[in-house]
C-alpha cells in the first residue's frame, strides 16, 4: 500500500474539504436544533458527483475508488454527521447493494436516479424486536402471482420518510431460518409504504429516522434482488459496505473534534497563557491525534483490500469498531479542553460528542465488531 495518495485523490481531498466547510458546516448547528433535514445541502451535493462517489460513471456516479470514498465521507462527517449519515446509507448501503447484487435493468433504472439525488433510498433490515439478530426476522414475503405481498415493521430506518426507494428484507420461508430471506426494492410510488419518523434523538438529530410500515405491500418479482432466500447473505455485504462509511466519518467526527479542540486552546487563556501551552491539555489533544491518525490508516488499509477485490470484513469491522470507539473518546476530550463552554451548543463539541455515540452501536454494534473479529482470529464462530 502507497501511503501517499493519489494526484486524483488529493483533488478529491480538495474538493470535498472545502465543499464541507462551505456548504455545510455553516448550518449544522441550525440543522441540529431544527431537526431539520439537509434537502439543500443534497440538492448541491448531487452536481458535483458526491452523492454516487464510489459507482462508476456508468451508472451516474463519480467512479472513485474505495480511498477517494472514504476521503468524501471523512470531509463531510466532519462537517455534519448527519449528513454523512444520509450519504452512507443513500451510497454505501442502497447504491453499492444494487450494483453488486441488481440485474442489469436495476442498476439502469435506479442507479442513476439515487447518483443524481432525484430519489433518496433507505435501507430496511432493522425491526422493533429484531437488531443485532438479523437472521430472526419477522417481517414476511409471500408469494401472489408474479407479486409478492410484504408485510412487517422495520424500526430505526435512516432515510425512511424522505425515501422514494426502500431496499427491505423480508423472510419469504420462515421455516427455512435465515436461509428464507430475501430482499425487494420497493418504489414508494408503485408499491406504497407508510413511514412514521422518530424525534427526541441524542444525536444525528437533523438526519430522517424513521419506523417503516408494510402492511401487505405488493411489491412486483422483479423488484426482488438477488435469489430468493440470498436476501441475508445480500444483508451481511451491505452492512461491510455500511460499516466502512461509518468508520471514515467517525474518523471525520475525530478530527473535527482535534480542530475545535486546537482552536479553542490556542486562543483561551488561563493563569496568563493560552490553555494550549498546559501540558495536560497538550496531553488530552496529542492522544485524539495519534487515535485518529491510527483509525484513518485502518480505514485505508480497508479501502486499499476492497480496491483490490479481496475480502475486507476483517479490516473494516477493525476499521469501524475503533474509529467508532476513539470518536467517542475524542468528542469527550474536546468537551473537557472546552470546560463549561463545551456543556453548550455555542460550540461545536457538544454536538459532536451526541453524534459520536450512534457510531458504537449502528451497521453492527461494538459488539458485534468484537465478535467478527474474533471470529477470524480463532477460528470460531461466537455468534452461532
Known amino acids: 500500500?502507497?501511503?501517499?495518495?493519489?494526484?486524483?485523490?488529493?483533488?478529491?481531498?480538495?474538493?470535498?474539504?472545502?465543499?464541507?466547510?462551505?456548504?455545510?458546516?455553516?448550518?449544522?448547528?441550525?440543522?441540529?436544533?431544527?431537526?431539520?433535514?439537509?434537502?439543500?445541502?443534497?440538492?448541491?451535493?448531487?452536481?458535483?458527483?458526491?452523492?454516487?462517489?464510489?459507482?462508476?460513471?456508468?451508472?451516474?456516479?463519480?467512479?472513485?475508488?474505495?480511498?477517494?470514498?472514504?476521503?468524501?465521507?471523512?470531509?463531510?462527517?466532519?462537517?455534519?454527521?448527519?449528513?454523512?449519515?444520509?450519504?452512507?446509507?443513500?451510497?454505501?448501503?442502497?447504491?453499492?447493494?444494487?450494483?453488486?447484487?441488481?440485474?442489469?435493468?436495476?442498476?439502469?433504472?435506479?442507479?442513476?436516479?439515487?447518483?443524481?439525488?432525484?430519489?433518496?433510498?433507505?435501507?430496511?433490515?432493522?425491526?422493533?424486536?429484531?437488531?443485532?439478530?438479523?437472521?430472526?426476522?419477522?417481517?414476511?414475503?409471500?408469494?401472489?402471482?408474479?407479486?409478492?405481498?410484504?408485510?412487517?415493521?422495520?424500526?430505526?430506518?435512516?432515510?425512511?420518510?424522505?425515501?422514494?426507494?426502500?431496499?427491505?428484507?423480508?423472510?419469504?420461508?420462515?421455516?427455512?431460518?435465515?436461509?428464507?430471506?430475501?430482499?425487494?426494492?420497493?418504489?414508494?410510488?408503485?408499491?406504497?409504504?407508510?413511514?412514521?419518523?422518530?424525534?427526541?434523538?441524542?444525536?444525528?438529530?437533523?438526519s430522517d429516522s424513521s419506523e417503516l410500515i408494510l402492511d401487505d405491500v405488493r411489491v412486483p418479482d422483479a423488484m426482488r434482488l438477488g435469489e430468493v432466500g440470498q436476501g441475508f447473505t445480500i444483508a451481511m455485504s451491505a452492512l461491510d459496505s455500511g460499516r466502512y462509511s461509518v468508520a471514515a466519518g467517525a474518523v471525520g467526527q475525530a478530527q473535527a473534534a482535534i480542530d475545535a479542540s486546537v482552536g479553542y486552546a490556542t486562543q483561551r487563556k488561563t493563569f496568563g497563557k493560552p490553555i494550549a501551552a498546559h501540558q495536560l491539555v497538550q496531553e488530552l489533544i496529542a492522544d485524539m491525534v495519534v487515535e485518529t491518525e491510527a483509525a484513518r490508516l485502518l480505514v485505508w488499509r480497508a479501502g486499499h483490500l476492497k480496491n483490490k477485490g479481496v475480502p475486507s470484513t476483517r479490516e473494516t469491522s477493525i476499521a469501524k469498531l475503533y474509529a467508532g470507539e476513539i470518536a467517542q473518546r475524542a468528542t469527550d476530550s474536546a468537551i473537557q479542553i472546552h470546560g463549561g463552554y463545551g456543556f453548550s451548543d455555542e460550540f461545536p463539541v457538544e454536538r459532536l460528542w451526541r453524534d459520536a455515540r450512534v457510531n458504537r452501536l449502528y451497521e453492527g454494534t461494538t459488539q458485534i465488531q468484537k465478535l467478527i473479529i474474533g471470529r477470524y482470529a480463532t477460528g470460531i464462530d461466537a455468534i452461532g
Open 1 to 206: 500500500m502507497d501511503f501517499d495518495l493519489s494526484p486524483e485523490q488529493e483533488e478529491i481531498r480538495r474538493l470535498a474539504h472545502a465543499f464541507a466547510d462551505r456548504e455545510i458546516a455553516p448550518g449544522a448547528r441550525e440543522r441540529d436544533r431544527g431537526e431539520i433535514f439537509p434537502h439543500d445541502v443534497l440538492a448541491k451535493m448531487a452536481p458535483i458527483g458526491f452523492l454516487g462517489g464510489p459507482v462508476p460513471e456508468t451508472y451516474g456516479g463519480m467512479g472513485v475508488d474505495y480511498i477517494g470514498h472514504a476521503i468524501i465521507t471523512e470531509e463531510i462527517g466532519r462537517a455534519d454527521s448527519s449528513v454523512r449519515t444520509t450519504l452512507s446509507v443513500q451510497i454505501s448501503l442502497v447504491e453499492l447493494t444494487i450494483l453488486r447484487w441488481g440485474t442489469e435493468e436495476q442498476k439502469r433504472a435506479w442507479l442513476p436516479r439515487l447518483c443524481r439525488g432525484e430519489i433518496i433510498g433507505c435501507f430496511g433490515l432493522t425491526e422493533p424486536a429484531v437488531g443485532s439478530d438479523a437472521a430472526k426476522l419477522q417481517a414476511t414475503a409471500r408469494r401472489d402471482g408474479t407479486d409478492w405481498i410484504v408485510s412487517g415493521r422495520k424500526m430505526w430506518i435512516s432515510n425512511g420518510s424522505v425515501s422514494k426507494l426502500a431496499l427491505v428484507f423480508a423472510n419469504a420461508d420462515p421455516s427455512k431460518g435465515h436461509k428464507g430471506i430475501t430482499a425487494f426494492l420497493l418504489d414508494r410510488e408503485r408499491s406504497p409504504y407508510g413511514s412514521r419518523g422518530l424525534h427526541g434523538k441524542l444525536g444525528l438529530r437533523s
